[in-house]
């Protein structure tokens, strides 16, 4: 299956083939600012599933401890993907980016210690990676 995401002005475009590696929201501050939102939902596919990106994209570069490349339209500011150094050859997606075939549920929400207290979850998913 080919699942194709897009930013909210559509000029910038991912699509990526099969089931994602891992499908997870977090609730860390880097994941609330990225979205704006109570938390992050990202999805991790191999850099090989990646089949097509195209758009002008900007570069975010977090550096430190936890470095990171993040993409977003350079029109509209949307956050498209991004790749962690911390899990190479991955490359991660914004979940929510993808409307037309969404992705399935979350299997996993972790940085629980950040989670909104108004916000209940599928006692379900794992609670770590
Ligand atoms: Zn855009
Ligand atoms: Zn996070």
Redesign the pocket.
């Known amino acids: 299956m080919t699942r194709k995401a897009h930013c909210c002005c559509g000029s910038c475009r991912i699509e990526v083939e099969g089931e994602p590696l891992l499908n997870a929201i977090?609730?860390?501050s880097?994941?609330k600012r990225r979205t704006g939102s109570a938390f992050?939902w990202?999805a991790y596919f191999a850099d090989e599933r990646v089949t097509a990106k195209a758009g002008d994209f900007g570069l975010y570069e977090i550096t430190g401890a936890n470095p990171q490349q993040r993409w977003f339209c350079a029109t509209c500011g949307t956050t498209l993907l991004w790749k962690a150094a911390a899990w190479p050859a991955r490359t991660g997606v914004a979940g929510g980016c993808f409307t037309d075939i969404p992705l399935p549920e979350p299997s996993a929400t972790?940085?629980n210690n950040g989670r909104c207290v108004w916000l209940g979850l599928p006692a379900k998913w794992r609670t770590s990676l």
């Open positions: 977090c609730h860390c880097n994941c992050g990202s972790v940085s």
